[in-house]
T-cell receptor
Framework: NAGVMQNPRHLVRRRGQEARLRCSPMKGHSHVYWYRQLPEEGLKFMVYLQKENIIDESGMPKERFSAEFPKEGPSILRIQQVVRGDSAAYFCASSPPTGDWLGYTFGSGTRLTVV | DQQVKQNSPSLSVQEGRISILNCDYT??????FLWYKKYPAEGPTFLISISSIKDKNEDGRFTVFLNKSAKHLSLHIVPSQPGDSAVYFC?????????????FGKGTLLTVNP
């Protein structure tokens, strides 16, 4: 049973380009959470999604960032017109339908570098 | 405004000795606390948790202590092993409507020397 799968593991983008980060939850998990870890910081909550629904996006920057979790396929975190300050590790976690946050399982993360 | 603080960026201990990692929080609404362990290039892995109705929770070599009045918790690892070398994150959550939203500290890098 594969864990939470994130790809790519590393992503390099030039300023102004778009970054797409993908997250496939564990089998049977329908809740997905995205966290961001800036250098020398702890992880910070960004967004909570269920299939086809954004439940809480209170941690998302107001501009350039969006997230989706379609009926089929992985969850996508999209960053438009990236800037150097977007360089960070982005972690996805998933949990079962009960929404039991003690069941948080994190993926290995995508390390985004903006040059 | 940092609601969960880990004031020691790093800690070094000898194999076989006790490791004590500390965490302070400011938000009195937090009522559940978790410790995560993170190796380089991997995601955080859940280690142990404690509810605010308890003051101690033990799991093998790992024990978490909670002092609600001081808003302080600590993770004890006894005996420490070289494989315990990792970054340890303290996280807190407020149960209820937003119980999925973890607030993390900045982490403490633990190095266990053979």
């Amino acid at each position: 049973n594969a864990g939470v799968m994130q790809n790519p593991r590393h992503l390099v983008r030039r300023r102004g380009q778009e970054a797409r980060l993908r997250c496939s939850p564990m089998k049977g998990h329908s809740h997905v959470y995205w966290y961001r870890q800036l250098p020398e910081e702890g992880l910070k909550f960004m967004v909570y999604l269920q299939k086809e629904n954004i439940i809480d996006e209170s941690g998302m920057p107001k501009e350039r960032f969006s997230a989706e979790f379609p009926k089929e396929g992985p969850s996508i975190l999209r960053i438009q017109q990236v800037v150097r300050g977007d360089s960070a590790a982005y972690f996805c976690a998933s949990s079962p339908p009960t929404g039991d946050w003690l069941g948080y399982t994190f993926g290995s993360g995508t390390r985004l570098t903006v040059v | 405004d940092q609601q969960v603080k880990q004031n020691s960026p790093s800690l070094s201990v000898q194999e076989g000795r006790i490791s004590i990692l500390n965490c302070d929080y400011t938000n009195s609404m937090f009522d559940y606390f978790l410790w995560y362990k993170k190796y380089p290039a991997e995601g955080p892995t859940f280690l142990i948790s404690i509810s605010s109705i308890k003051d101690k929770n033990e799991d093998g070599r790992f024990t978490v202590f909670l002092n609600k009045s001081a808003k302080h918790l600590s993770l004890h690892i006894v005996p420490s092993q070289p494989g315990d070398s990792a970054v340890y994150f303290c996280a807190a959550v407020r149960s209820g409507g937003s119980n999925y939203k973890l607030t993390f500290g900045k982490g403490t890098l633990l190095t266990v020397n053979p």
